[in-house]
């Protein structure tokens, strides 16, 4: 490749907009993961990859694979280790079903980088709305709730009409059929009635860890 | 039109499959439609008409709409009036909003063609989960329950989640943007693991009619 | 994973709905497969697993496979055997061609699990309708009609058209081309005028066969 | 508009392809539809207008009106007459119910216009099987058959079980919700396995007549 | 209608989740908004109305219209006239361009009504990126930005990238050919990078200002 | 598999349709494609099988495979034999590029299978017209002309606006971005206003080469 | 609307990108386009109005209407007459047929605004091959080609494979059944092989404009 | 395959319409493209080869790899090495991200196979826009750009408003949920209003070479 289409990360978004530049791995050889790593380690910077699949992740030579802590089920790494600051609370993941973890993993390991430490809440799909119903005082007490479901996409709406918290909605990617790879639940999360309910990308764990810290650091500009 | 396009009803429909065929006036020019009826008059047969417009059947000549019992909200005209038997019970209609009243009136209308009495009840959206609830209990004696809904069509799930009757959802084309005109419900619809739910068309009222009566008749065939 | 994304069955739904979970095993990694049938197991419970390749089912230890009574072709597995109580007849399923074999058997399984002997009368495609016709008396004896078919779908407009039953359509992803992977069959069903004939997700044998099970049941309940 | 903008008739397809030029009026302003007929009067040419609506027509000048035999149903104008010689058989049409009659009457009058005389059989729909099997025979005698249906497309596969002739598929624009304007229909023809379908754009009644004529000259030409 | 068909406010919305129920008149006769209307007069209650066309708001009765302050532009209206408290500041509205002022304007009434003052900055499309910039800096003082931008909807990446609030894309249907009916704005909001970047349904003002209501308030609970 | 699900083939369907049933192996397994072969063996029936990958050929017995006559590039063997017959001339098959030769030569082979032999005209794709033009009037003496393309599909409109016969247009799969796997191409047969353009599913050769054995058998029974 | 709402023009778009700023008034009410036309005139500068329909320049004031100069088969109107320099030549429009004439004199008359003078070839569609053939040595002499085509788009290929000037395809919403709006022209233009083809946005003569008059403006640059 | 199904390179294309016809091996076997290679090779023709995957290049016999000049990266390969003429500048190729790389380098080769030298600027992407900014002076001087951007494709716009020179946008099938394989992103380039913005299909990096080559081949002609 030539000299002038060296990449170039945006080091300063954390400063300019509360939450750093996540590395998006999916489209990315392991060469280009490397680099970017290497540059990150050379400029002492802390760096979150994302859909990092094990596959790539045992492409990457050792010595990068051992700056990184990766965690295979959310296809998440992370080099530069932990915040020193205690975990700051308030935020809430809610998850459809078994299948919904990956991605609200995801989400807990990008607020997690950041400095959040996020409960999830799994297994509460409203098909049977008694396992939702059971956990939903502890729901309530969120600032702001980050809920993961595909399929059908229901839980959005019911979650969204019974807490005061803002909901970020991310539709997986698990379902089949009409579920269409998650357009069906995220339709249905836009397509919702329900109040203060927002959405994100399919499957975008991060996407919606990144929005939810935006939201609760407007309590501490103001 | 040549003579030999005449059209052809399916008057054997109802021995055959139990439930009368009707005619779906969309598409159909008002001559069309005085035609079926004149010849139905003629046989001396009861007829259902659904998606009849206000202007469409203004448009029928005056001794034609005289023997139609017309009803606009859900555009449905009855042929050859009520059965004389008294009606039957166990099928129930649960609407989300106000907007997809239409909907469900054509299910009520259709099911009363056929000697069924079915309570609609309405606005019980899970954007507000206590509607539902409210009146959970009352839906639960039904047999067979018609699920009416638009937008995200949440309701399928939580509903179908909740009772032991069948449920057949019928989506509408209540909403805009991504509702796709019925398409988000119609895919919650059948993307929902919620157990025994069944799906028709977009805005099929008379369908989802005929669906519940052939299952409230297997119980007498037995 | 945290403590707190546990999985939660819903044990009951059998009692609420009439019919049982099942595991839905497609987006699930085999560890959490593994987890969800030993919690069954301890529990004393009976497990139905759907979509369960024998790529997964491999995967599997030793001891988790033994408890299961795994059949390839349908990809379900059960824990903890067959019903006592004799089994109940009423259900038929009816399939297009060889090809959609695996999804008529899911339903068949389904069934079993619960109690219900279903023959499957296969090969009757409508483009040589002389296999359906010579079939139809045997079919005409069903409760409940649970209909499988890939590409046109046009056996569900033409089967809705000839029994008393109701008709569960089963679309599956059979085809290529506009086949589109189930949907061309699927809006077939759907947009079909004859009566009475209900739809479910793509390739959905399970839900098909929960829908029948609770028509079924209307008559017990009377 | 510019002189170098003139329309340039493509007089000499039928001699180049067998099959006339048709003028598709749907998207031509009358001014524009004027001049065409115009040029065709002042060059002695027969001339075959389609999708021209009344209101279209009524926009037209009286002389330019009086020039024309306007059909309003099909929606089709003839500039000079009919053929001086006898029809030819071959050709039949089936229509799947009275909804479709205006794209079979396009197709009947495209086929008038090259001298060719079909029959009708309308209100087939298979959803009535017994209706379809009691005109079979007569079916059966076309050299090529044209069927025309909308909404979920049964007829298609069906018919061409049936028929030695090539069989010309029409999807129709008629239906609702899932029909999808004629796509359902379309894509249940296109799917199709049974053999010797093929298939023209939604509502294309000349498309298939133009095909049929070519098919039934292939005879001719040996 | 039925007796048991009433419609069913949600009048504790605002208490259980922090913003009230708005009614959305698109899928809505005249006379069930009238009695919408009533019953929230009846009840005493302020009401905020979307989607109120024009012709709608004519075909109100006169009573009726007079208890309403309509607003066209943005299809407007409001039961019970504003708060008395002194607007709440720290919102901001970004529109790309004049064609989306209909939409930004309902978000600003939907503020208004719940007693937010938020202004409205307009013709910012990045196509002539010196717009933006000229105004960025009044934008960054804003708690919650609420971007409006129909076409390919290339505003919400740069504006979100910009500053440190959360963003609310609200794709608007303005544009033509690819634009979709805003479904190429809305997938642009959806698949940028930008952190912190939520996403409601095409053309909801109203969606977007209960969410930054909601995020808003978070500082104020804890 | 239960035994009421044997398989079922159409043997009849050559003397009712004029062309046999072929044997669409895509979603087959290798056992249900060897016992439909060991079947047709018994019966001593000729048969050909599509869409048999090199995959799934080598998963049949090598028993099964001795007794087929496999082409590997077409995806499709033959049960049998040649026919005694001199072969029937008459069809022609035009191919766009070298990618779209396995469609055209499923077709060849197809029409082999019943005895026809069908030259196959490669590399025309009208990007570069001479190369079309050079063979014009060799295609010209076709009685049918089998047109293969994907992309754009530009060859269907160009070549039947220049011949006399039935264009018969089958879309390729080949392509990618918006070719959409063989979408654009089917669109464009569709969508086109060439006189006589008949088109099938997307890859179909089997289907064209029955719609074009139908054709020429008309002549023959006049 | 507030005062803060005001529009804003990109008056220096021409000095900063060598095409102006044309309004593109689809979505605009007329009193927006009323202001708009009045702060041009305020400010001495010549506009470009594209979409303005024959309704919405009628709802315009007397003394609005006129100022401009207005085409209504195109829908344009220009502000401030004619440029003083004599035209610029070396831009060709082809349009494939008599209903795409609207769309390329949009393309004419955003030319001229600019200066230049661009011949309209039309109605060689490449269905009738002659009629490109015969003018294709008057084409070939363009520095850039504007194609103009909708339906099924195959006049794009064609013409892009015989010219050696860059080729700007506009497809247009013309046609109807699977031409979807003129995605299936778009598609066919996007998915060609021929070289040095590119693409605007469907129904875009601006556009395509914008894009020949960048292109001839290289060759004065350099 | 039969002997008149040889391919047939369209040798002179570079003579007739200004650029070499390139080899979409996509599709293609590797004894195909060897075919192809081996035929230019014999004509003395130099050749370029694009969409060869790794895999496919390994498949090749050793004596046609050896002839080629393979990179990885962009996937392309050619015959014949590089042009004796210095290299001719004035086409710049801007990416928005790493992942875009293969394709900038597709159209970066697709430009050094015809003498052209085009520096590629990288990770430029809007989210933050310093990154543009810092760069788009040396972006001004090109005479015509390239623009390579997946996901939401916001580059384009921003991009397209800030140059003098014809932008051909480039969408790649980067991202993931609805980047849709870089639909959204060829959505965004065509509903833009940027001034000159012009498309090519997903990934084409050759095709958008193929254009810039013929807009700079302009000023030379004339």
Chains 1, 2, 3, 4, 5, 6, 7, 8 share one sequence.
């Not at 790539?56 to 990184?68: M, Q, S, V």
């Not at 078994?98 to 409960?119: C, I, K, N, Q, W």
Request: aromatic share 6%.
């Amino acid at each position: 490749m030539p000299d002038d289409a060296d990449f170039e990360m945006d080091w300063d978004r954390e400063t300019r907009t509360g939450v750093s530049e996540a590395v998006l791995c999916g489209h990315k050889s392991p060469p280009q993961i490397a680099a970017i790593v290497a540059a990150a380690q050379d400029a002492g910077r802390r760096l979150l990859l994302t859909r990092l699949t094990a596959e790539a992740f045992a492409a990457l030579e050792a010595g990068t694979r051992a700056l990184l802590d990766y965690e295979a089920a959310s296809g998440t790494a992370v080099l530069g280790g932990r915040l020193a600051a205690s975990p700051i609370a308030g935020i809430g993941i809610v998850a459809a079903g078994t299948s919904d973890m990956p991605v609200a993993m995801e989400a807990a390991r990008s607020l997690a980088f950041h400095g959040y430490d996020a409960p999830v809440i799994a297994d509460v799909g409203v098909a049977g709305l008694w396992r939702l119903m059971r956990r939903i005082e502890e729901i309530r007490r969120f600032d702001a709730v980050i809920a993961v479901a595909g399929m059908e996409g229901a839980l959005f709406s019911v979650l969204a009409g019974l807490v005061e918290a803002p909901v970020v909605a991310v539709p997986t990617s698990v379902g089949y059929g009409v579920s269409f790879g998650g357009r069906s639940a995220l339709h249905a999360a836009l397509a919702s009635c329900a109040p203060g309910l927002v959405v994100v990308n399919i499957d975008n764990g991060f996407g919606a860890a990144s929005a939810a810290i935006k939201m609760l650091r407007i309590g501490r500009r103001r």
